[in-house]
């Protein structure tokens, strides 16, 4: 990638501008010095929801869940793998929709867990139902190509 990139902090919710071809050099946040890449998806609540979604140049995968739902939590395994084998080419997230209703009532999300692909503050992709890494992996990709096809 090359260019400035922008990617919001997962720890301190900063906008972090940083050359494209420094995004798999383990790049930390200037401002709380956390890793900007941990292989792990943040953790999104209704006061961060906008900021990550409108701010990431970085495509940014969303697991709508909930703690209550079986195929959530036997997702969520294949989800972090996905965030470690596709970061930072992707930025991953999620967001509990029993604590934080309001951004899925927006999205008018029916089911979970529900993942949607946002590019530039815009829905791209959209699954609902349970996927494992390499189901998750195949359909991210074509997600990524569509959206590198709509860019710019």
Do not use: Y
Not at 4 to 29: F, Q, Y
Not at 111 to 132: H, K, N
């Amino acid at each position: 990638m090359s260019g400035d990139t922008h990617v919001v902090c997962g720890h301190c919710d900063s906008v972090i501008r940083l050359p494209g071809s420094r995004l798999a050099d383990a790049p930390r946040c200037p401002k709380c010095h956390q890793p900007l890449f941990g292989g792990k998806p943040v953790e999104l609540r209704e006061d961060n929801f906008a900021r990550h979604v409108e701010r990431n140049d970085l495509a940014l995968v969303v697991d709508f869940w909930a703690p209550w739902c079986g195929p959530c939590i036997a997702m969520a395994p294949f989800f972090e793998a996905a965030a470690r084998a596709l970061e930072p080419n992707l930025r991953f997230a999620k967001l509990n929709t029993q604590d934080e209703p309001d951004p899925a009532a927006r999205l008018n999300i029916r089911s979970i867990p529900t993942l949607v692909v946002f590019r530039g503050g815009r829905e791209i992709a959209r699954q609902a139902g349970a996927m494992d890494t390499a189901t998750l992996t195949r359909w991210l990709q074509s997600a990524a190509a569509g959206a590198a096809g709509r860019s710019t």
